[in-house]
C-alpha cells in the first residue's frame, strides 16, 4: 500500500510537471505575444490552448539528424543529460502539507522529505548544464562549442552566488530540509517568511531570482542559445525530439526553479493568515506563488536584452558574489542578535 | 543603477498586455477596402444584363502585361459591336488600372476583389462570365472613376 501511494504520487506530482513545462511554452508564446501586441497561436483547439499537443506531435515527426563527425554516443546522450536531472530535482520539493485525498493517507505532499533536500536540488540542477556542455561539444560545431563553454563559465559564475544566497536562507531557518524551511516561516503571519526578513530577505530573493535565471539559461542570460551571435548555441545540430528534449530539461528547470524560490524565499506552501490550512488551500497557494515567479521569467525575457558576455561575467563575479557573501554575513550578524 | 530601469522597463511591459492587440486575422477578419481600392479587373453589367463593351480593344492595347484578350462579334443591339470572347489572365494582370482608364463606354472597372487563389493556372484566366459583375456591387468605383477622371 505504501508503495502505490508513492506511485500515484509519483505519477501526480511528474505529471504535473510536465503539464506545466507544456504549459509555460504555450504561456511564453501567448504572453510574448500580448507584451507585443500580437495574438499568438490561436489555431490548435480552443484559444490555441492545445498548441503544446501539436509542437510535441511535430517534434515526434520531424527528421532526426545526428551530424557528421559527431560523438553519436554523448550526441544522444545530452539531451537526457540536460533533461534528467531537471526533472529529479521535482521529487524533494514539498507542494502542501498533510493530504488526504478520498480518505487515502498521502502523507506529506511532496515525494521525498530528504535532510539535504536543498543541497539535492542545488547539486542536481548544477548536473543539467554537463548536458548543455557535452551537446555542445558532441556536435562537432563551432557554434554549438562556444554556446557549451559558455554556459559553463556561466554556470560556475553563477552557481556561487545562488548557493550563497540559498546558505543565508538556511542560517535563517536552520535546516536544509526544504520541508523545514517551510515549516519555519509557516506561522500564519506572512511577515514570517525569509522574504520579509529586513534587508537580508529581500537582497536574498532578488540575488536569487537573478541568479535562477542565469542558472537556467534563461534572458537576460542565455548566453548557450545567444540566437544572434551563435545560430541556436548548443542545440545548433539538434533536431527532433532531442531538441525538444533540451528544451522539456529547460522548462522544467524554470518550474523547479520557480518553486525553490517559492519554498526558499516566500514560505512555500504557507497559506498567510491560515497556519492549518487544508492541502488543498495549500497546493493553491504553492501554485499561485510558483506562478508568479514562472510568469516573471516569461516577462522579464521579453523585456530585457541579452546581456554582452563580459557584462555578464562582471556581474556574476564583482557584483553579485560580493553582494552575497556580504548578506550571508549580515544573516549571520542577524541570527546572533535575534 | 541598473535595477530601477529594470523594473521601469517590466512595468512598461506589463502594461502593453492590456493594449488592443494589433495583429488582424487576416482570412477571418478581411481587410477594410474602399472605392480607391485598385482590385482585379471586373466587366460591369448594366441593368439590361448586357455588358457595355464594344470590343474596341482599347483595353487590350492598354494592358502592359498582355492579359486581356478579345474577340469581337457583331450584334443587333444599338452598340452593333460586342465581345464574343474577353478573357483575363488573371495571372498576367498586375491589377494597374490602366484597362480602367483606357475603356471609353465604361465597360470595365477595378473592383475590391483581392483574393485569386486556384489549383490550375488554366482556372485563373477569366472569361466573361466570371468577369461580370452588377452594376450595383461595382457603384461606388464607378463613381470614384468618374471624380477622378472627370472626363463624362
Known sequence: MPFLILLIKASLIYGGLLVTAAVMTLAERKISARIQLRIGPNRVGPGG???????????ILKEEITPDGANKGIFRLA??????????????????????????????????????????VLALSGLSVYGVILGGWASNSKYSLLGGLRASAQMVSYELSLIMTALTVVALSGSMDLREIVEVQNTGNPLAWNCFTPVIGQVGLILFVIATFAETNRHPFDFAECEPELVGGFHTEYSSMKFALFFLGEYCAMTVMACLTTVLFLGGYSVPFWEDAPWMVELATFMAKTSFFLFLF???????PRFRYDQLMNLG????????????LLAGAFISLT | MYLPEIVRGLVIT?????????TRQYPEQAMPTTEVTRGQPRLAVKDDGNIACVSCGLCEAAC???????????????????????????????????????????AIFMSNELELANTTREGLVYDMEQLKRSTSILQPRIDYVRKINDRW
Open chain 2, 14 to 22: 506589463f502594461k502593453k498586455m492590456f493594449e488592443p492587440r494589433v
Open chain 2, 64 to 106: 502592359p502585361a498582355y492579359a486581356i484578350t478579345i474577340d469581337g462579334q457583331e450584334t443587333d443591339r444599338f452598340i452593333e459591336r460586342e465581345p464574343e470572347r474577353f478573357d483575363i489572365d488573371m495571372l498576367r494582370c498586375i491589377l494597374c488600372g490602366f484597362c480602367e482608364e483606357a475603356c471609353p463606354k465604361e
Open chain 1, 49 to 59: 490552448v492545445l498548441q503544446p499537443l501539436a509542437d510535441g506531435v511535430k517534434f
Open chain 1, 317 to 328: 563575479w564583482k557584483v553579485f558574489l560580493p553582494i552575497a557573501l556580504a548578506n550571508l
Open chain 1, 79 to 120: 539531451p537526457i543529460m540536460a533533461a534528467g536531472p531537471a526533472m529529479l530535482t521535482v521529487a524533494v520539493i514539498p507542494f502542501a502539507g498533510e493530504t488526504v485525498i478520498f480518505g487515502l493517507d498521502f502523507g506529506l505532499l511532496s515525494l521525498t522529505d530528504l535532510d539535504i533536500g536543498l543541497l539535492f
Open chain 1, 298 to 304: 516569461i516577462w522579464v525575457r521579453w523585456t530585457l
